[in-house]
Structure formats: structure tokens, C-alpha cells
């Protein structure tokens, strides 16, 4: 049986603060939540368009540079770019692929961007991303816990 939320981590553990949400998904593997499947992976593939089916709610967790501190969570859409055509694809590209493939929308979908600074090869995860990371996921956590979308819609402001 397929769980309803899928919470799919994106990310590199050998590059620095890349590793936050591979680090986060392991945090929740030590907690029985029967309503979610975690997967990881260095990157979006096409592929992974199967992992969306059958699933009330899917959360893309990736580090980001760029975001605000601690965290960003945003509601996404299917949207084509140009990571479309490449070997990588954003969640929105992901999202697009299963409209395609599928006919119908993808089930909702949300990003949580975890701010990080570090992204070296070999660097271990920064303080300041492993600060981000402690609050993220008591997010993840409670939305996991809660599993209601309209509670997910209000959560969708930064800490």
C-alpha cells in the first residue's frame, strides 16, 4: 500500500550543507510516522514521476543557498523550465512530467528550502545549517504528524 504523504529528500551528504535534508529524512526514519515514505537522492529524475502516484501530498525537502534563514516552505505547481530537457529536474519540472505522462495534475505538492552555506565537496555540514536543519525538521515533523493539507496551506509562512 502506497503511504499518503511522500516526503522525498534531494541532496549530496558529501558537499557541505547539501547534506541537510538527506540528514533530515534520517532524523525521521528513527520515527514510526505510517502515513509517509521517505526517499532520498543526490537529484530529481524522471523516473521519480512514479513515486508521486497515489499520494495525497508530497514535500520536496533541498537545501538552498538563496532562501531566508531558517527555512522557506512554499506550495509548488508543474511548471516546464530548463532543467526539463537535462539530466536533473527541478520538482516543478517533476510535477510538469506527471501532467504529461499521467493526463491529471500531480497530487499537491510543497518545497521546503533549507538555508545552507557550505556546499564544498567534502565539507561537513555547517553550524548554521545544522541550526536550520533542528528547526526544519520540528516542521517536517509536524506536518508529517498532522497530514492535513488546509493545515499545510496555513504553515506556509517562514519561522
Not at 48 to 77: K, W
Not at 113 to 120: S, T
Amino acid at each position: 500500500m502506497t503511504a499518503p504523504i511522500l516526503v522525498f529528500a534531494i541532496g549530496n551528504e558529501s558537499r557541505g550543507d547539501d547534506a541537510l535534508a538527506p540528514l533530515l529524512l534520517r532524523q525521521l526514519q528513527t520515527e514510526c510516522i505510517a502515513q509517509i515514505e521517505l526517499i532520498e537522492d543526490y537529484q530529481l529524475q524522471v523516473e521519480h514521476v512514479t513515486d508521486l502516484i497515489g499520494r495525497s501530498a508530497v514535500l520536496f525537502v533541498d537545501a538552498d543557498v538563496s532562501c531566508v534563514e531558517p527555512f522557506h516552505l512554499s506550495e509548488i505547481a508543474a511548471a516546464k523550465d530548463s532543467s526539463y530537457t537535462s539530466h536533473v529536474m527541478t520538482p516543478f519540472a517533476l510535477l510538469h512530467t506527471y501532467r504529461q505522462v499521467y493526463g491529471t495534475d500531480a497530487p499537491p505538492a510543497f518545497l521546503l528550502r533549507i538555508r545552507g552555506y557550505d556546499f564544498e565537496l567534502g565539507n561537513p555540514l555547517s553550524d548554521k545549517a545544522a541550526d536550520n536543519l533542528e528547526v526544519a525538521t520540528e516542521q517536517v515533523r509536524a506536518l508529517c504528524a498532522d497530514g492535513n493539507l488546509q493545515s499545510w496551506r496555513q504553515r506556509l509562512v517562514n519561522v
